[in-house]
């Protein structure tokens, strides 16, 4: 691993929405250089000269050591680690345009959630991929609205990877008295966590949405667990990393707390909106109407049954009725309950 991992300062976030912003903050707010750069160079300009993020996170002041950028170029060349903040609709043409202009050796972080459109590969192997061998790499994942991280509010996220050094660096470029960062070094299992759970959030939504109350929520989540469970321990994850905050803990925050995008977008499906009329009342990336396909697709490749992320891409994708949904989960054959996830056929 290069020496330069051992310095990540300036770090350089990419991708100036609320939460590659929230990040920045996070980051400065322990006294380190931070570049944050965004497509929308009239948005860099008004942050430069508010010295916030008005768009997304009004009111909430930056600290000395943010500096907002319209310059990629100069900015990957200064930086001594580049952490990417962009939906995963993006994640790979940002890593195509980072790569002729990124040093060797310097880290790669990424706050993204979802999977690659079309091949439904998760983020660590497209980054791989096209970042090649020389770059350690890290994924950074968990229950946290970005508001509240901005507001010092108090959370706690998970950083992965594969390389320890750098994943120690980072954990710690956050952590502070109110941010508190974990490790892992489950790069596959943060990641299967941080994706369907935006597609239960989704459904977590719906059901509120038609009024069914706390009790279907609580079915939801727990059955959704089963569901994360069951893909984690197909694709080879461990599986308690699902039990942590990346899993289970992302889980509930999403699917319960109308902050998130996702959940919003069920609700007004179970409103009665069209998905289409829905997505535009949310007006932001919901990265669980991306990723439900390619949950499903992976979950068909490893031949196991995901039912409720079935019936959510019934919903958003062929025109299905919320209830006729509703009513094919119910009437599901009776099985015993398992969640060891050594038993999948149970589960």
């Excluded at 768009?55 to 580049?82: C, E, I, M, N």
């Amino acid at each position: 691993m290069s020496e330069q991992t051992n310095s990540l300062f300036p770090t350089l976030v990419i991708g100036a929405g609320a939460w590659g912003t929230a990040l920045a903050i996070a980051i400065a707010r322990n006294g380190n250089e931070v570049l944050l750069w965004g497509r929308d160079a009239s948005h860099i300009a008004e942050m430069q000269k508010t010295a916030s993020n008005e768009r997304y996170l009004p009111g909430l002041p930056f600290p000395d050591t943010l500096q907002p950028t319209s310059d990629l170029a100069q900015a990957v060349k200064l930086a001594k680690h580049v952490l990417i903040s962009v939906p995963s609709i993006a994640f790979s043409g940002m890593l195509k345009q980072v790569k002729p202009l990124i040093a060797e050796g310097i880290p790669v972080s990424w706050a993204t959630k979802g999977l690659t459109p079309e091949t439904g590969r998760f983020l660590y192997e497209t980054a791989a991929e096209i970042l090649g061998k020389s770059h350690a790499l890290a994924v950074i994942s968990g229950p946290s609205f970005a508001a509240e991280v901005a507001k010092d509010l108090p959370t706690a996220i998970t950083t992965a990877s594969a390389d320890d050094a750098f994943n120690y660096a980072l954990a710690s470029s956050m952590h502070s008295p109110t941010l508190r960062v974990y490790t892992s070094s489950d790069m596959l299992g943060v990641q299967i966590g941080g994706t369907v759970k935006n597609v239960l959030a989704i459904s977590a939504g719906i059901s509120d949405g038609l009024g069914f109350g706390a009790n279907a929520r609580a079915a939801l989540i727990t059955r959704g667990m089963a569901e994360i469970l069951r893909l984690a321990a197909s694709l080879g994850a461990n599986t308690e990393t699902m039990f942590g905050l990346s899993g289970i803990g992302d889980l509930i925050l999403t699917c319960t707390d109308d902050q998130s995008r996702n959940r919003q977008l069920g609700l007004a499906i179970g409103r009665g909106l069209s998905v289409e009329d829905a997505v535009t009342e949310v007006g932001k990336t919901v990265e669980g109407m991306h990723a439900a396909k390619e949950v499903l697709l992976r979950a068909q490749q490893a031949g196991i049954e995901m039912p409720i992320v079935e019936q959510v891409c019934k919903i958003l994708f062929e025109g299905r009725d919320p209830r006729e949904s509703v009513q094919a989960l119910l009437c599901r054959e009776q099985k015993a309950e398992e969640l060891s996830p050594t038993k999948t056929a149970k589960i």
